[in-house]
């Protein structure tokens, strides 16, 4: 069975071998369309994210792309919104990454 992970590392792994950088993005935590007025869980403080899920995500995917050396970046999260953005909550977040 072809998981979506290995099927991630497939694509970018091919990409590499055609040489084509990657900056693996973060861009929501559950899958579907992105950026509108009702996606709950773009960043913090929005009823669907989990900030430790999301640091756990960051985790797996730095550990799965590591000897990737055409892997040259990782977003930690795509798009904060403006307005809706929590910029008091990503300071006191971002110390759950810097262990990862």
């Not at 960043?43 to 985790?59: E, I, N, T």
């Given at each position: ?80 919104r403006g307005a809706r953005d929590y ?14």
């Amino acid at each position: 069975m072809v998981t979506v992970i290995i099927c991630c590392q497939e694509v970018v792994s091919n990409l590499g071998e055609n040489g084509v950088m990657v900056i693996l993005d973060n861009h929501l935590t559950t899958p579907g369309w992105c950026c509108g007025d009702n996606d709950l869980d773009a960043f913090f403080g929005y009823p669907h994210f989990d900030p430790l899920v999301w640091a756990k995500g960051l985790r797996k995917m730095a550990t799965l792309f590591r000897n990737f050396t055409h892997v040259i970046g990782m977003s930690l999260r795509n798009e904060p919104r403006g307005a809706r953005d929590y910029p008091d909550l990503w300071f006191r977040y971002i110390l759950l990454i810097l262990n990862i």
